[in-house]
T-cell receptor, first 112, second 117 residues
Framework: GNSVTQMEGPVTLSEEAFLTINCTYT??????LFWYVQYPGEGLQLLLK?????DKGSNKGFEATYRKETTSFHLEKGSVQVSDSAVYFC???????????FGKGTTLSVSS | SAVISQKPSRDICQRGTSLTIQCQVD?????MFWYRQQPGQSLTLIAT?????????ESGFVIDKFPISRPNLTFSTLTVSNMSPEDSSIYLC??????????????FGSGTQLSVL
């Protein structure tokens, strides 16, 4: 079945450091890929998404490129801020109308 | 977009009792799902709520423990039955609007934080 594997956290960075959170997936066909963020005490928010190979999703300085050849959707940001501290979830959806499958989440902690 | 009202937002319950969580959407949606997020964990899909028929449950979840109703295209309930402390979690309703991968949008309710004593 479909699944998502994320790098284990927590990830601890200093402000303005470069961020990469790895995400790989297993799926049949051509899934859509997502990154969600959950700030402390808040609900899930969609950060970015990509629906086909080579698409790049971007939002708030974060980027992720859908790489079918490596079945990956790594999240990157060039310069993190303290306000980026949150839990980040990679997710996929196998086809239209089906539920999201989530990775285990990666906690990011950014210090000033 | 869709506005999802999920109730209650939180509850503290005694073991052995049951709690019904409601999910109301302000417009008709294609699909409705229920998730669980245990403390410090990711979201796990419990089931797909099917309109007018029995829900489709994921492995590890059964109808006797988590009965689900979906009487129409805008409303669903999830009941957590015969609760134990292990059921303490956040329960989330999620909906899909749209008919294809490129134009469909997903939304999440604000969640129900359940604590079982």
């Amino acid at each position: 079945g479909n699944s998502v594997t994320q790098m284990e956290g927590p990830v601890t960075l200093s402000e303005e450091a470069f961020l990469t959170i790895n995400c790989t997936y297993t799926a049949t066909g051509y899934p859509s890929l997502f990154w969600y963020v959950q700030y402390p005490g808040e609900g899930l928010q969609l950060l970015l998404k990509a629906t086909k190979a080579d698409d790049k999703g971007s939002n708030k300085g974060f980027e992720a490129t859908y790489r079918k050849e490596t079945t990956s959707f790594h999240l990157e940001k060039g310069s993190v801020q303290v306000s980026d501290s949150a839990v980040y979830f990679c997710a996929l959806r196998g086809q239209a109308g089906t539920a999201l499958i989530f990775g285990k989440g990666t906690t990011l902690s950014v210090s000033s | 977009s869709a506005v999802i009202s999920q109730k209650p937002s939180r509850d503290i319950c005694q073991r052995g009792t049951s709690l019904t969580i409601q999910c109301q959407v302000d417009s008709q949606v294609t699909m409705m799902f229920w998730y669980r997020q245990q403390p410090g964990q990711s979201l796990t899909l419990i089931a797909t709520a099917n309109q007018g028929s029995e829900a489709t449950y994921e492995s590890g979840f059964v109808i006797d423990k988590f009965p689900i109703s979906r009487p129409n295209l805008t409303f669903s309930t999830l009941t957590v039955s015969n609760m134990s402390p292990e059921d303490s979690s956040i329960y989330l309703c999620s909906v899909i609007m749209g008919a294809s991968t490129t134009n469909e949008k997903l939304f999440f309710g604000s969640g129900t934080q359940l604590s079982v004593l």
